[in-house]
């Protein structure tokens, strides 16, 4: 709107500089003339349609005429109309121009509702009365009052229905002593079932294979058990807690081995995949990287394909939870741009005949 009114003003200023010229018996000629084409659409159409930009430049015009000139004028509007956009006109610039006063308390400044949310957050036991407590206590001068609306504003309940431990926060906070565990089914070529006994660390990603058997009885599983306490005490490993479903090939004696090496099982829902997720995410992505590709001959070879899936898992493949290095190897410090441009040979080296590559740089 701004730009058709500027628009407007200079052609009607164009306008009356061509009339300054035009005598008063011409200018009274062209304006019968211009009368006379009024009368015709207001014969033939309905009520008009103007906009704010036509609105504006008539009310500015019209408005240095006297009042009962403007009766005996041909108009598309009444004249009253006319007078009264002329002050709304008015009234809008001046509350343009004019800067209003705000009223009540000043806006608390953006970092302390940011330290507000964040002391909300990493203390779910806190009330709005206890984090007031603690700006007071960090010399920050605010009313408990607009701790607790800052808290509403962003849809914060209050302390006593924060303060529920939900199953993801349990695995955040104990990522460095939990281990996970399941079996899974694996079809061979000739159709024959054989299932796959795997292990996670949270913290680290680390996965153990420790076997494959076509009868996974339960004294396959303890013995199997027994194998991984050797492991992660030959590791150094901290676990504290095994999470586990509720398959019945986990007995009892399987949970007692466990909790007299100081590991507490820790068992799933029922038909909950998601609290044992990391295992389920680590035998979706073997699936979809070696077993959907390769073709399983029997259990010897089964074996033989875990057994290197598990090393490039683990001595190789990036996970972005650990910031794209693998589980057991660091990353690499980073090659300067300048080498990178002059000089950088990289092979590859396959495993399981091409099913899985491994990119190194040349010796």
Not at 66 to 90: A, C
Not at 199 to 228: F, K, S, Y
Not at 345 to 358: A, C, K, S
């Amino acid at each position: 709107m701004p730009l058709r009114l500027a628009y407007l003003a200079a052609t009607n200023t164009l306008a009356f500089l061509r009339l300054l010229p035009m005598s008063d018996r011409d200018k009274d000629i062209e304006i019968l003339v211009l009368r006379h084409q009024l009368l015709v659409p207001q014969r033939q159409v309905g009520k008009p349609a103007f906009n704010d930009s036509d609105r504006a430049v008539l009310a500015g015009l019209l408005h240095h005429l006297p009042k009962d000139r403007l009766r005996h004028l041909l108009l598309l509007v009444r004249p009253d109309t006319v007078l009264r956009r002329h002050r709304e006109l008015l009234r809008r610039c001046h509350a343009a121009t004019c800067v209003s006063k705000r009223r009540g308390r000043p806006r608390t400044i953006r970092s302390i509702r940011a330290l507000v949310l964040r002391l909300a957050r990493e203390n779910a036991s806190w009330g709005y009365r206890r984090i007031h407590g603690e700006l007071a206590a960090l010399g920050i001068k605010v009313a408990a009052s607009t701790v607790w609306e800052i808290l509403r504003e962003h849809g914060i309940p209050p302390a006593p229905e924060r303060q529920n431990t939900t199953w993801a926060d349990f695995l955040r906070s104990k990522a460095e002593a939990l281990l996970a565990c399941d079996l899974f089914e694996v079809r061979t070529l000739m159709g024959a079932r054989l299932y796959v006994f795997a292990v996670i660390e949270h913290t680290t990603r680390r996965n153990r294979i420790l076997g494959a058997g076509a009868h996974p009885t339960g004294d396959w599983i303890v013995q199997l058990g027994r194998n991984l306490l050797t492991d992660l005490e030959d590791a150094g490993s901290r676990a504290r807690f095994l999470i586990r479903d509720r398959d019945p090939k986990f007995t009892t004696a399987f949970d007692a081995l466990m909790t007299d090496a100081g590991l507490k099982v820790v068992t799933t829902g029922i038909r909950i995949p998601r609290m044992n997720s990391l295992i389920e995410r680590w035998i979706q992505t073997c699936r979809s990287e070696l077993l959907d590709r390769t073709l399983i001959w029997n259990q010897s070879h089964l074996l033989h394909a875990l057994r290197e899936y598990e090393a490039f898992y683990n001595e190789h493949r990036p996970h972005r939870a650990l910031k794209n290095a693998a589980p057991c190897r660091p990353l690499p410090a980073p090659i300067p741009q300048q080498a990178q441009l002059t000089h950088l040979e990289v092979h590859r080296r396959d495993r399981l005949g091409g099913t899985l590559h491994q990119y190194q740089h040349a010796a």
